[in-house]
């Protein structure tokens, strides 16, 4: 990728829809070293795009390794697609009795992440919130003509609830079971992190330190690039216009995922409702944040965080970041422009101006 690049992800080919990050890769000011050739490989999974950097002499065969990283990243689609009718999670959603269903250890793994990220933030996160999306129209099905009322918002909420799903894990297999027939999992607000990971994991594998990984804006990062500069980052300026720059951040060694909201919603009687679902409510968000950007060791947990921190707006976001010790940036929309702000830990990782 060059200078700026924008990800709006449409990763309803395959799991949901999420904002991306922008980033560039630069020096930062310090002498640099004997420079190393950097393999880069870009190609397509969960209806958005991948780039992969290496930059330490790990990887040979760039061919070799894009062969590999399709393979690992189908293997996800067959695990957590939602739109494909015979992936694992297809086929638990299908399920109509609380009898175990077999899943294979990732897809477990994301949904036992899933569950602990909705339980420490007492249901920001839900992936069974799938009906409430398609009832306000953020799903795969037509949006509403009008506001559902709450009667109708309350009668789906029962098909939701993360009480209701349990993993099982046991030293034959993992299987995942459901208390009431209609719940239906979705794991796009998690899995591309997921799958940022598993590359990661993949070239570490082969015993590569210095790496960038991309799915769709989120992004794994190791070591250096090849000039042997930390790689960066920027945040992008959330405007209709592209290319704007809002902070340019040095992640280190760590997960960086964004959510955001300012470009998917629907108006309805001079209202805006926001893609964003309130699983505690189950209606749209209606606070004024407008962007969202979490460092973490993983992706995938940085994924699911920063859902959690769309839910829950500004205030609520930097007081569980602080309790936590989560790295967080926060961009809110004023009268008068934007405000961005951030907790303690993420205050290293910004790039001094």
Partial sequence: MHSVVKTWLAFGLAFGLAFGLAFFMTGCGQETVQSKPEIHITGSTMGTYYSI????????????????????????????????????????NQHKDNTPVVVSRDTARVVTEAIHIGRESRGALDVTVGPLVNLWGFGPDAKPTKVPSDELINQTRQKTGLGNLHVIASADADTLQKDISDLYVDLSAIAKGFGVDKVAEYLESLGSRNYLVEIGGELRINGVNGKGHPWRVAIEKPTANAGSVQEVILPGDNGVATSGEYRNYFEMDGKRFSHTIDPVTGKPIAHRMVSVTVIHPSCMTADGLA??????GPQKSLAYAKERGIAIFIITKTDDGFEEAYSDAFKPFLVKK
């Fill in 53 to 92: 950097k290496v930059a330490d002499g790990s990887v040979k065969d760039a061919a070799k390794l894009q062969a590999e990283v399709d393979v690992l990243l189908e293997r996800v689609n067959d695990q957590m697609s939602t739109y494909r009718p015979d992936s694992e999670l297809s086929r638990f």
């Fill in 307 to 312: 859902t959690v921190f769309m839910v829950l």
